[in-house]
């Protein structure tokens, strides 16, 4: 029973890392695959293992490449910091809410999960598009006399993964609030604090492993969103989830594809580290 | 009037010309259809320690939440040093509360917790660790500076607590069940210790307690609350001796409680027969109750006298019955004395000598008592 988790791991997680690693060392091929071997009898019983750097080499040479990455980074980073500002409040609110209430507003916040994430980003093209519900509405009231260009902007992007992405946020930071001692709040506030003060210096830094944790679970799938900004973001939205597509079904140029997601994975792993740590930090009770 | 130290001496409340530290002004707190507190007036001095006494959902902690400023009263006021507190939030009331569960802050280390209350007040530095350090060597603590609430046990945990709502040197102190959390030992230890420490400070405290032991010994006056409404007030000795009501007799202490009608009323004594006890009750005192009116004589279990002879004198305030039971603690014994009645009567006897066990099970005693130690109430 103990090895089932790693088998799955080595299944699902290892297997897949390496021939992923494998076809990024090798060389483009016209051929099914569309990637040459690394290992190959050429004869005089001798194996010639072939190591191509140049798949990585090439991501550094053409920016478009790097500014896929810092863009992804920016976007991931950005999209992070709207959901805690949006996603904050309304943790604290349900951890403070009665607890009838509460589980009323859980359910809410969980029930989008119900229908496919592809069917909620189209929905939102209906919402966003030139003669889509909101313009319409704002139209209809006389607020705007032109259709506002919203669907394939950055804008409807970051709408998109913020609305996708703050349950993740919600979710754990609401956990990390339910368990905190309203009371301390009190005893602040009988020390001298304002409530806004009492907010900052007690709630704030009590619910840090919170927040880490609801960030990262936002941050690392937004760095390599790809559906998202396809659909809404339009096509300068350069994001590493793209090019990784494009790469790989338009230029079937797979190594390279490869490569650009072995080079994404080295990217998050500090993140993921780091978001673990904090887990475990939070499992000790250590806060 | 002189500042008298620990208990205060002076007796304020006699003194009709003392001004009051706190007054409570018929307050009242609802929840809903529930009253949780119900027309509560209450005048406490400086340097008192007033303890609430009731058991759990009698309104003494409502109460204390007010006096806090955590609870918005629904009707009445609460002045404190004749500044009317309606209104005013608790961050800018001159109180300060230690709360039952410690409330101690998790992330800070016990300095920080003591020191937030000053750093809050953006007092310099300086004096700021000055004040935290005479605080934390006050309550012993000062080894523990640097441990965070988590790494403390749970007396330490009280000290730290009682010394973060002391160091901002408040003028009134709200404790909640401040020893609740200790266990048997250390809770009496504690006890003794928070009065030097309110004595040293001169702080006015305010504590509410389930534990009528506790009330006992901390307290200048108690404050006996039930449903809501206080009961009673007065002296711990004036609350045990002189209960004003049934209620108050039988929560503060044991009681052997007889029913009984007032057959003799005169004004400089009182004959009660009561069917329950089986006999007369004299009584060398008047009190003021309509003749023939049911009473309650409560008798405290150590005034009672047993004996395996009949003592000589009236038939008034004796009676025979069987020992049922024997509880043995060690400085003193517990007798449960059947009555002919089939009343239980409850006995203690301190342990004087240490071999001997004069009374045993099933023994046929006397019990009597002096005529000045019944106490009759009418409610």
Request: glycine share 6%.
């Amino acid at each position: 029973m103990v090895a089932l988790p790693y088998l799955w791991l080595v299944l699902f997680f290892v297997v897949p890392f390496v021939i992923v690693l494998k076809i990024s060392f090798s060389d483009v091929d016209l051929a099914i695959p569309p990637y040459k071997p690394l290992l190959e009898w050429v004869g005089n019983n001798s194996l010639a293992i072939k190591v191509n750097f140049n798949n990585y080499a090439f991501l550094f040479t053409d920016s478009l490449y790097l500014h896929a990455f810092a863009n992804s980074l920016k976007v991931a980073f950005l999209s992070t910091l709207m959901c805690l500002v949006i996603g904050y409040p309304m943790a604290y609110g349900i951890a403070r809410a009665k607890p009838s209430l509460r589980n009323v507003l859980l359910l809410l916040v969980i029930l989008p999960f119900w229908t496919s994430l592809l069917l909620r980003v189209y929905a939102w093209i209906g919402l966003l598009k030139a003669n889509g519900v909101i313009n319409n509405v704002l139209m209809s009231l006389g607020i705007i006399h032109e259709p506002l260009t919203m669907l394939y902007t950055p804008f409807a992007m970051y709408v998109g993964i913020v609305y996708s992405y703050l349950p993740f946020l919600i979710l754990p930071l609401y956990a990390n609030l339910e368990k905190m001692d309203w009371q301390l709040l009190e005893a602040a506030e009988d020390l001298g604090c304002r409530p806004w003060q009492a907010f900052y210096k007690i709630t704030l830094p009590l619910s840090r492993n919170g927040i880490l944790a609801g960030s990262m679970l936002v941050f690392i799938p937004a760095v390599g969103e790809f559906v998202i900004p396809a659909l809404l973001g339009g096509p300068n939205a350069l994001m590493i989830g793209r090019v990784l597509w494009d790469e790989f079904f338009s230029n079937r140029a797979w190594p390279v594809a490869s490569a650009v997601a072995i080079l994404l994975l080295i990217l998050l792993v500090p993140f993921m580290m780091w978001y673990q740590s904090v887990q475990a930090r939070e499992t000790a009770g250590d806060r | 009037m002189p500042s008298a130290a620990g208990v205060v001496k002076a007796q304020p409340w006699n003194d009709p010309s003392a001004r009051p530290y706190v007054e409570v002004e018929r307050i009242s707190k609802s929840f809903g259809d529930f009253k949780a507190v119900n027309d509560v007036s209450l005048k406490i001095y400086q340097k008192e320690i007033f303890c609430l006494l009731g058991a759990s959902g009698c309104g003494k902690t409502t109460l204390l939440r007010m006096l806090g400023g955590f609870e918005t009263p629904t009707s009445g006021k609460i002045l404190i040093d004749g500044e009317d507190m309606t209104g005013i939030p608790p961050y800018e009331r001159p109180v300060n509360m230690m709360f039952q569960s410690y409330a101690l802050f998790p992330h800070m280390n016990v300095e920080q917790n003591v020191a937030f209350g000053l750093k809050q007040d953006r007092l310099p530095k300086q004096e700021i660790q000055e004040r935290v350090a005479t605080m934390l060597d006050l309550v012993k603590m000062s080894d523990f500076a640097k441990r965070k609430p988590h790494q403390l046990s749970g007396g330490q945990r009280q000290r730290v607590a009682l010394a973060r709502s002391l160091v901002k040197r408040p003028k009134l102190l709200l404790l909640d069940e401040p020893l609740g959390a200790l266990d048997k030992k250390l809770r009496e230890h504690t006890q003794f210790e928070l009065i030097s420490l309110q004595d040293k400070l001169g702080v006015t405290f305010i504590v509410v307690t389930h534990d009528q032991e506790e009330a006992m010994t901390l307290a200048s006056r108690i404050g006996v609350m039930n449903h809501g409404e206080i009961v009673q007030a007065g002296t711990p000795s004036e609350i045990y001796e002189f209960p004003s009501s049934k209620f108050v007799a039988d929560f503060v202490g044991s009681v052997n409680m007889f029913e009984g009608k007032l057959i003799e009323d005169e004004p400089n004594y009182v004959r009660i027969a009561s069917p329950e006890l089986g006999g007369t009750i004299y009584v060398s005192h008047g009190i003021s109750a309509p003749p023939e009116a049911v009473v309650w004589v409560a008798v405290r279990p150590e005034k009672i006298f047993m004996s395996t002879v009949a003592p000589e004198g009236s038939t008034d305030n004796l009676v025979r019955g069987t020992v049922q039971d024997i509880a043995y603690l060690g400085d003193l014994s517990i007798y449960l004395v059947k009555l002919p009645t089939d009343k239980v009567v409850r006995v203690t006897q301190p342990n004087t000598s240490r071999h001997a066990e004069a009374i045993s099970w099933d023994q046929q005693v006397y019990l009597s008592w002096d005529a000045t130690s019944p106490v009759v109430v009418t409610r």
